[in-house]
């Protein structure tokens, strides 16, 4: 699915190695664990018109010949997303 055309609100959230939201699986239908809701929860405080960004946690290495670099601009910036 490409988020440019569908998807819900967290289409609009952006990688950063030090995020300022973090995510939560919650259950609201059913406790069964593999149907989670998402929802994002801010991490610290944040003034209006700020980037919301959340850490993809992808493991680097985890998808064979593919390499994702980072540019999130962090000073903790990992450089790299896969």
Same mark, same amino acid.
């Given at each position: 699915?490409? @988020? ?5 609100? #967290?289409?609009? &959230? ?6 300022? =939201? ?19 929860? @801010? ?5 209006? #018109?700020?980037? &919301? ?6 493991? =680097? ?22």
């Amino acid at each position: 699915m490409d @988020a440019k055309l569908m998807g819900n609100l #967290g289409r609009y &959230l952006n990688h950063s190695c030090s995020p300022n =939201v973090f995510v939560q699986n919650i259950f609201v239908d059913t406790h069964d664990l593999r149907f989670p809701w998402v929802a994002f929860f @801010a991490g610290q405080y944040i003034r209006a #018109g700020t980037e &919301l960004t959340w850490d993809y946690n992808y493991e =680097v290495g985890s998808v064979p010949d593919k390499v994702l670099y980072c540019y999130c601009g962090s000073a903790t910036c990992r450089g790299r997303l896969l």
